[in-house]
């Protein structure tokens, strides 16, 4: 009798993200699953201009919108089970998943989960600047009894602008990966004993190789949660 694998749904936001996601689910099933095999997965993205016009007005009931269509759009295609691999937008998360035709697994969560695993306490967090200085991180954290560490204001502003006018546009440039590096060995002088790479696209510019700190990537984390769930 062939076993059930749940159908995965990715509720996209930028596409470099929504791909990374997708390519962790596609490579790394096979290793648990079989050669080429993978769950069925179902990709559905509202322009990031859109998401960023609400976010840019606070309108954080017009991003979980978008969301929700996403999750309508998936649930009509078959999918079980709902991931987003975007940190900023799950600021609505609370809005959206007591909605949402489907359930979803939560970001900020499942690196939480994995960071208390491995033993950490005191994360240093990587976003953009809605991330960094919002709900997401801390409201999922604490009840783990974990600590978010943020860079200073101006290194927050320069993450920011590597993300929306590089990272996005899928460029990849070696001097700001050397920034974010420095950033990262600040964090760590002041304590930290991690790093969440806490937005979708940061793996692609930083590894474990470019860091001094261990790295929890959320992007990642996220989908191999999401794999572990489909083949429970």
């Given at each position: 009798?062939a076993?059930?694998v749940?159908?995965?749904?990715?509720?996209?936001?930028?596409?470099?993200?929504?791909?990374?996601c997708?390519?962790?689910?596609?490579?790394?099933?096979?290793?648990?699953?079989?050669?080429?095999?993978?769950?069925?997965v179902?990709?559905?993205t509202?322009?990031?201009?859109e998401y960023?016009r609400?976010?840019?007005r606070d309108?954080?009931?017009?991003?979980?919108?978008?969301?929700?269509?996403s999750a309508?759009?998936?649930?009509s295609?078959?999918?079980?089970?709902?991931?987003c691999?975007?940190?900023?937008?799950?600021?609505?998360?609370?809005?959206?998943?007591?909605r949402?035709?489907?359930?979803?697994?939560?970001?900020?969560?499942?690196?939480?989960v994995e960071?208390?695993?491995r033993?950490?306490?005191?994360?240093a967090?990587?976003?953009?600047?809605?991330?960094?200085?919002?709900?997401?991180?801390?409201?999922?954290?604490?009840?783990?009894?974990l600590?978010?560490?943020?860079?200073?204001?101006?290194?927050?502003e320069r993450?920011?602008?590597?993300i929306?006018?590089e990272?996005?546009?899928?460029?990849?440039?070696?001097e700001?990966r050397?920034?974010m590096?420095a950033i990262?060995?600040?964090l760590?002088?002041?304590g930290?004993d991690a790093?969440?790479l806490?937005c979708?696209?940061?793996?692609?510019l930083v590894?474990p190789e470019?860091?001094s700190l261990p790295v929890?990537?959320?992007t990642?984390?996220?989908a191999?949660?999401?794999?572990?769930?489909a083949?429970a």
């Amino acid at each position: 009798m062939a076993r059930l694998v749940r159908h995965l749904g990715i509720v996209g936001c930028s596409s470099e993200g929504a791909a990374l996601c997708y390519r962790t689910f596609c490579l790394e099933a096979a290793g648990r699953m079989g050669t080429h095999d993978h769950p069925e997965v179902s990709l559905h993205t509202h322009s990031l201009a859109e998401y960023m016009r609400a976010i840019h007005r606070d309108d954080w009931d017009g991003v979980a919108r978008l969301m929700l269509s996403s999750a309508e759009k998936l649930a009509s295609a078959g999918a079980d089970l709902l991931v987003c691999p975007d940190n900023t937008i799950h600021q609505a998360f609370d809005l959206v998943a007591a909605r949402s035709p489907l359930p979803w697994l939560h970001i900020a969560h499942e690196v939480g989960v994995e960071a208390r695993r491995r033993g950490f306490r005191r994360l240093a967090l990587l976003g953009t600047r809605w991330l960094m200085e919002g709900p997401v991180y801390p409201k999922r954290l604490q009840p783990l009894e974990l600590e978010a560490m943020l860079p200073e204001p101006a290194e927050r502003e320069r993450i920011n602008s590597i993300i929306f006018d590089e990272l996005v546009r899928g460029a990849l440039r070696s001097e700001s990966r050397a920034e974010m590096a420095a950033i990262i060995s600040r964090l760590k002088e002041q304590g930290a004993d991690a790093v969440i790479l806490g937005c979708t696209e940061i793996p692609l510019l930083v590894g474990p190789e470019d860091s001094s700190l261990p790295v929890l990537d959320s992007t990642r984390l996220l989908a191999r949660a999401a794999l572990r769930e489909a083949l429970a």
